[in-house]
Structures are given as structure tokens and as C-alpha cells.
Nanobody
Framework: QVQLVESGGGLVQPGGSLRLSCAAS????????MGWYRQAPGKQRELVTT???????NYADSVKGRFTISRDNAKSTVYLQMNSLKPEDTAVYYC??????????WGQGTQVTVSS
């Protein structure tokens, strides 16, 4: 079992930056991959980025070049550095992890609002 707790969301002006954190606890050594989804009001949930235990990453086209995912295995934490934020980045961001045996776990989400 894994518990995920997100933090770091908030209000930021366009062009600004935020850093989201996702702390994992429980069976952390069984995690194969972690990442972030987001969902804005009236829109479908979309996959933002993922990172595997081997360090391989991928990004949605809408955030490529602006967002960076990283992982600190010693702290069992994954981060999402978000730069050059745009109003269309406004959403609830959800951390997730995928276990080696094929089960996903999700955090409760953290709100990111980009507005002037």
C-alpha cells in the first residue's frame, strides 16, 4: 500500500513558477513509476508527465519545455517544477504512482491557479 500527499499548489501570476511535491509512504520500494495528472473545470483529465525508476521521463506537448519532473528516492518524493506558467495551466494536479504489480495509487490533488 502507498499513500501520496501533494503540496506546493497556490496562486501565481502568468509567467511565474511553482514547485509541486508528492511524498510517498508505505511500500515505496515497489513503485515502478510516478507522475502527475491535471484536471481543469469543464475539461477531461490529462496526463502531464511521468518518470520511471530508471529515470525515463515523458511530457504532454502542452507543458514540454516548461515543466520538469524529478524524483528523490531517498525522500520518497517526486517533484514537478513548473515554469513560464500560463492561465491554461490552471487545474487540480494529482500525483500518482504505479506499483510493480500493476496497481495505481492517487493523491488527493493540489490546486494550481495562474491568474493576473
Amino acid at each position: 500500500q502507498v499513500q501520496l500527499v501533494e503540496s506546493g499548489g497556490g496562486l501565481v501570476q502568468p509567467g511565474g513558477s511553482l514547485r509541486l511535491s508528492c511524498a510517498a509512504s508505505g511500500s515505496i520500494f515497489s513503485i515502478d513509476a510516478m507522475g502527475w495528472y491535471r484536471q481543469a473545470p469543464g475539461k477531461q483529465r490529462e496526463l502531464v508527465t511521468t518518470i520511471t525508476t530508471g529515470g525515463s521521463t515523458n511530457y504532454a506537448d502542452s507543458v514540454k519545455g516548461r515543466f520538469t519532473i524529478s524524483r528523490d528516492n531517498a525522500k520518497s518524493t517526486v517533484y514537478l517544477q513548473m515554469n513560464s506558467l500560463k492561465p491554461e495551466d490552471t487545474a487540480v494536479y494529482y500525483c500518482y504512482c504505479r506499483m510493480g504489480w500493476g496497481v495505481d495509487y492517487w493523491g488527493q490533488g493540489t490546486q494550481v491557479t495562474v491568474s493576473s
